[in-house]
């Protein structure tokens, strides 16, 4: 369970800077009231840092500056893991496959986070 923890947490906030970085190099510091504002997302009426992982999906799903950064298979399996994500933040313990797929996902956005940046 630890390492389920942690390899969440490192997704979470990889994810988080990644979106962060990518939308302050394009639209600045205030990037979160402009994106707002031009897609018309009441999402970012809460700070990027208070979101849960199923918020965070949500937006780069609806930002089409991060939509086109992620490999779609990479926001699937995003999608599916909410669900390890709330066993383990709710301390259940998770299954052996949950566990491998946790990996999975947490090797692949290791890669995914530092590419085209």
Not at 46 to 61: Q, T
Request: overall charge neutral.
């Amino acid at each position: 369970m630890k390492n389920s923890y942690g390899y969440l947490l490192i997704i979470e906030n990889g994810i988080k800077e990644r979106i962060r970085i990518q939308l302050n190099c394009i639209y600045g510091y205030d990037w979160h009231i402009i994106v707002k504002k031009k897609y018309n997302i009441k999402l970012l009426d809460k700070s990027l840092e208070k979101m849960y992982l199923h918020e965070i999906i949500s937006l780069v799903r609806m930002v089409p500056e991060l939509n086109k950064k992620y490999d779609q298979e990479i926001i699937i399996d995003l999608m599916k893991l909410t669900e390890i994500r709330n066993k383990v933040a709710h301390c259940n313990v998770i299954t052996e496959e949950e566990y491998t797929f946790l990996y999975k996902v947490y090797k692949a956005t290791d890669v995914e986070l530092f590419i085209e940046l």
